[in-house]
Nanobody, 122 residues
Framework: QVQLVESGGGLVQAGGSLRLSCTAS????????MGWYRQAPGKQRELVAS???????NYAESVKGRFTISISNARNTMYLQMISLKPEDTAVYYC????????????????WGQGTQVTVSS
């Protein structure tokens, strides 16, 4: 019913920049949560950036000042702008959303994108 598709990953040198996109298809009545996660080999999946219900943003300490989360409602797309990339940013990045599909939905449903690989070379 709802599908999230990520794009924008790739190979970049340390200090470079990359912009990830997550486009949603399907009908979404309301959004409970939207954010970006990442998972590196041998590490747990971590929340990198997300929106708060009040319209603010949250960032993991490791990416503060370097990553920016944003959204285009018209395009149903969430973005993650990444600058000053470091080798330790190398991971598969996933967009995530918990949404209500209609007014009759008492709780949200959780959706994940397929993941996009970000590789930062030293």
């Amino acid at each position: 019913q709802v599908q999230l598709v990520e794009s924008g990953g790739g190979l970049v040198q340390a200090g470079g920049s990359l912009r990830l996109s997550c486009t949603a298809s399907g009908s979404i009545f309301s959004v409970n949560f939207m954010g970006w996660y990442r998972q590196a080999p041998g590490k747990q999946r971590e929340l990198v950036a997300s929106f708060t219900s009040g319209g603010g943003t949250n960032y993991a300490e490791s990416v503060k000042g370097r990553f920016t989360i944003s959204i285009s409602n018209a395009r149903n797309t969430m973005y993650l702008q990444m600058i000053s990339l470091k080798p330790e940013d190398t991971a598969v990045y996933y967009c995530n959303a918990d949404v209500r599909l209609g007014v009759a939905a008492s709780i949200g449903r959780n959706y994940w994108g397929q993941g996009t690989q970000v590789t930062v070379s030293s």
